[in-house]
């Protein structure tokens, strides 16, 4: 369902309070994530012109705790359930709300992807700064580095988790 415009206000104030900043160059990224999260109507426009980003939220106490938002993409007649964001309120670390987000993610999100899927090569996926103490919490759940399709920058890792329901052709 589409999230309400007090949803949207408590989202980009969410990303406002905690976006993590790892070096320059996050530092720069993150202002274009802002920019495009400014404000409601701008996050509103953001999901409708990707058609395809979607934004789940947990909520506790009243408020946005946390945040998963994700895209599914197709390269190379791969399907990739990408994390673009995973956010959770300082406030509220520590209290597992990462891994509900996850297993939401995983639980209801991806097999509804593999079910419309027309690949039959299909990862969950994201990227992560080496800096970032979450790298560990992603690794526990299973993602890796892939053997090919390399992407490490020197800053970032692109991590994968294969969550294919058909064996994969050689």
């Known amino acids: 369902r589409e999230p309400s415009t007090p949803q949207l206000e408590a989202v980009c104030d969410l990303f406002r309070r905690t976006i993590p900043v790892f070096d320059r160059q996050s ?29 789940l939220i947990c909520r506790e106490r009243e408020s946005i705790a946390g945040l998963l938002e994700w895209d599914p993409r197709n390269r190379d007649n791969v399907i990739l359930a990408y994390i673009t964001w995973m956010l959770v309120d300082q406030d509220m670390r520590g209290q597992g709300l990462s891994s509900k987000l996850h297993a939401h993610f995983e639980q209801d999100c991806v097999p509804e992807l593999i079910r419309k899927a027309k690949s039959e090569t299909i990862f969950q996926a994201l990227g992560v700064h080496l800096k970032n103490p979450a790298l560990q919490i992603y690794r526990k759940w299973g993602y890796t580095e892939p053997e090919t399709m390399q992407w490490n920058d020197g800053r970032k890792l692109f991590l994968i988790k294969d969550t294919n329901p058909r064996p994969l052709r050689p």
């Open 27 to 55: 530092e720069s990224d993150n202002a274009e994530t802002l920019r495009l999260r400014r404000t409601p109507d701008d996050y509103r426009k953001l999901l409708e012109e990707s058609k395809s980003t979607l934004l």
